[in-house]
Each structure stands twice: as structure tokens, then as C-alpha cells.
């Protein structure tokens, strides 16, 4: 792998936990389990090879219409999740951000998002955009709002500007896990020139291999942006 052209930004589709407890006879929760130390070991390698941004797809606008039983344990995953790994951000330099339509969670869910954003703000080995309550039609629409009465000429550059992502960079790489070939309403704005990797692997599954696998998929790119080579 050339460690001189590792994309700066991966966003990757955290899909197949589902699936993955189906194939062991187990309930979903427990998918969602696994998927969460998949996400931990593809920070911690994203953080080694010098990655700056990893922004995953953890919980979209539509999923609020999975079974209550579900959501509920998604949001008391997220809730254990920051309790758990606060420190571990803290001590390798990892920024947080939760970045979607917070105001529909909990007061108790977004005072720990807040607090987790607030006490990581100045970490900056790697920043990793956790997308909640998330879709990408949203997002639009929520600029749109923004920037209704502005007195600023819209353009593309400065359109960036009113999305949750301000000051992020586009995804260089974007990763979608358990075969699936769509993109699932997931940063429609910002991965007009990503370049898209496709794994049969599921989330759960995937770990420091496959993310290496996908990095030298990309490099083998050539990234044209619409112009000639």
C-alpha cells in the first residue's frame, strides 16, 4: 500500500448487521453489537494510516420506522457507546461529531452528543463524523432553509457552507459494505467525486484487512474529476 496517497476522507455505508445475526441465528441487537467493534477497529486503523476524516452512516431518517424494540436499542447503543469510549477519543486524539437532525433525539442523548463534540473539539489526529438522524435529502433541504433571506450569491463553494459538514472535506473514498449498489440517501451533495468501493463483506465483519483492501483499490484510481488524465 503507498502510504503517500491515502485518501484524507473515507465515508463508508455501515451495512449487513442485520444480515450478519441472521446467518448465526441471533437477534439483530446483537448485529448491532458486533457493528460497533467494527467501527472501533476502522477508526483505529483509519487513525494509523493517516486518515483525517471518517464519516459513517450510522442512523438514517428513514430507520426511525425499524421495529421500536430495535431503535430503542440503537439509541441506548449510541448512549453506552460515547459513556464507553470518551476516553479512548481522548487519548488518540479522535474529534467527534454528530452530525444530522439531533433535535428529534432524546435530552439526555444530545446533552452526551453535545458533551462528546465539546470535550474532543481540539483532538486533531482524525475527526470522525458519526451521521444520526441522517439522510441526505435532508440535509439539502435544511441548507435550502438556511439560506433563504441570505444576501450572499449561491454558488457551489459557498452553498458547502450551509450543510452539516461545513468545513469538511469531500470523501476522497466511499466504502459500502454487504454487496449492496446504491447509495442509500447517504451525502448526496459530497460524494459527487468519491470514488465508490464495493465489499461482499458485512459490517461486523469488516476490519483492518478490508479497509487496506479498499485504500488500495482506490490508489489504483485515477481521479480525473471530470477532465482529461
Not at 473515507?10 to 441487537?29: F, Q
Not at 469510549?85 to 467527534?96: A, D, H, P, S
Request: glycine letters at 8%; one cysteine or more; hydrophobic letters at 40%.
Amino acid at each position: 500500500m503507498d502510504r503517500t496517497n491515502i485518501p484524507q476522507h473515507i465515508a463508508i455505508i455501515m451495512d449487513g448487521n442485520g444480515r450478519w445475526a441472521k446467518k448465526r441465528g441471533l437477534p439483530r441487537i446483537m448485529g448491532h453489537q458486533q457493528g460497533a467493534e467494527a467501527l472501533r477497529a476502522a477508526l483505529k486503523t483509519s487513525a494509523e494510516l493517516g486518515v483525517k476524516y471518517l464519516t459513517v452512516y450510522a442512523f438514517s431518517t428513514e430507520n426511525w420506522g425499524r421495529p421500536q424494540e430495535e431503535v430503542d436499542f440503537l439509541m441506548g447503543l449510541f448512549s453506552q457507546t460515547i459513556d464507553r469510549e470518551i476516553n479512548e477519543l481522548m487519548k488518540n486524539e479522535v474529534r467527534i461529531k454528530f452530525l444530522g437532525r439531533l433535535g428529534q433525539f432524546s435530552e439526555i442523548l444530545q446533552k452526551k452528543m453535545n458533551a462528546a463534540m465539546a470535550q474532543t473539539q481540539n483532538n486533531g489526529r482524525i475527526t470522525l463524523c458519526v451521521m444520526v438522524n441522517y439522510g441526505g435529502r435532508a440535509e439539502i433541504v435544511d441548507a435550502v432553509k438556511k439560506i433563504q433571506g441570505s444576501k450572499e450569491e449561491i454558488n457551489e463553494e459557498n452553498f458547502k457552507n450551509y450543510l452539516y459538514t461545513k468545513g469538511i472535506p469531500d470523501p476522497d473514498l466511499l466504502i459500502r459494505t454487504a454487496s449492496e449498489l446504491r447509495i442509500s440517501n447517504f451525502l448526496l451533495w459530497q460524494i459527487a467525486y468519491a470514488e465508490i468501493y464495493v465489499t461482499d463483506a458485512l459490517w461486523p465483519d469488516f476490519r483492518r484487512g478490508q479497509l487496506i483492501a479498499a485504500i488500495e483499490d482506490y490508489q489504483k484510481r485515477e481521479r480525473r474529476f471530470g477532465k482529461l488524465a
